[in-house]
């Protein structure tokens, strides 16, 4: 997938895949606006940018720019994958 955000372009195919998940997340439904999960996959640029592409159920799929802080809750359930891209300390 493809899209363009202020004026970059972010693909799915370009970019690399860094982590896979699931989010909690609104979509469409017969009764009408719902919260489900849904299956949504981390990447990043070549120039360091951070996006998600999320699957969509009974909707169309989106992709969405992340900042850094989005990052890094994402990958705190991951520890190994979160220290490859940012510094951690012991508790």
């Known amino acids: 997938m493809r899209k363009v955000i202020k004026g970059k372009l972010y693909d799915t195919e370009r970019a690399t895949l860094i982590h896979e998940y699931q989010k909690y997340a609104n979509v469409n439904s017969p009764y009408g606006h719902t919260k489900t999960w849904v299956n949504a ?28 802080d989005n990052v890094k809750e994402i990958l705190s359930n991951d520890p190994e994958k979160y220290e490859k891209f940012f510094e951690l300390e012991d508790a």
């Open 41 to 68: 996959k981390l990447y990043k640029t070549q120039k360091g940018n951070w996006f998600e592409f999320v699957e969509g159920k009974n909707t169309s799929d989106v992709l969405n720019k992340l900042d850094e």
